[in-house]
């Protein structure tokens, strides 16, 4: 098992739809999580972290995390064409700073 | 500079030959990576520097990768006797701090192995 996974997509959503990314991890111990974006053909940005349990909200965008389920969302609300793009889930790897462990990233699609 | 930048941007390469990619942090920052990312993946880590040192090289796949950041600043990653298998985006990112994860990746340098 991979220790970051998600959905590779493409996920196609229509524009003012709500958009879901999903990301699994294995590793209990992680406490941290981020989600960057990464248009075509440039490098990731950081666009959300979240450290505890529950919903974070940024704008459109939601984090949720579940410990207990290992897992942690991405929810765009009124999702727009600026908002296709590839989106990568990443933990620490072992809860070090250091060495940050992304997922295969999953590609949104918003069509007009 | 304003953000982390890299050199070259594209580098193509023959099978065998050794290349060397460059990275510039943002003034400041202390901790340095570097990922690879081929199409269709997430980053890769390969290694993280803290000051000088290597802090954490466990994802260099093998001896013909190299990296260095003797000030503290500048880091060169070099991979020598380049295959096929190594073409990719070599990505660098700068931190704060160690323990800092916003990480800022620089545009990349895309190699190319003939």
């Known amino acids: 098992q991979k220790e970051v996974e998600q959905n590779s997509g493409p996920l196609s959503v229509p524009e003012g739809a709500i958009a879901s990314l999903n990301c699994t991890y294995s590793d209990r111990g992680s406490q941290s999580f981020f989600w960057y974006r990464q248009y075509s053909g440039k490098s990731p940005e950081l666009i959300m972290s979240?450290?505890?349990?529950g919903d974070k909200e940024d704008g459109r965008f939601t984090a949720q995390l579940n410990k207990a389920s290992q897992y942690v969302s991405l929810l765009i609300r009124d999702s727009q064409p600026s908002d296709s793009a590839t989106y990568l889930c990443?933990?620490?790897?072992?809860?070090?700073?250091?060495?940050?462990?992304f997922g295969q990233g999953t590609e949104l699609s918003v069509k007009p | 500079g304003a953000g982390v930048s890299q050199t070259p941007s594209n580098k193509v390469t023959e099978k065998g030959k050794y290349v060397e990619l460059r990275c510039d942090p943002i003034?400041?920052?202390?901790?340095l990576y570097w990922y690879r990312q081929s199409l269709g993946q997430g980053p890769e880590f390969l290694i993280y520097?803290?000051?000088?040192?290597?802090?954490?090289d466990s994802g260099l796949p093998n001896d013909r990768f190299f990296a260095v950041r003797p000030e503290g600043s500048v880091s060169t990653l070099k991979i020598q006797r380049t295959e096929r298998g190594d073409s990719a985006v070599y990505l660098c990112?700068?931190?704060?701090?160690?323990?800092?994860?916003?990480?800022?990746f620089g545009e990349g340098s895309r190699l190319t192995v003939l």
């Open positions: 003034s400041g920052h202390t901790a």
């Open positions: 990112a700068s931190s704060f701090t160690r323990t800092g994860t916003e990480l800022f």
């Open positions: 520097f803290q000051g000088t040192g290597a802090a954490d």
């Open positions: 979240i450290y505890s349990n």
């Open positions: 990443a933990a620490p790897w072992r809860n070090q700073g250091g060495k940050l462990i």
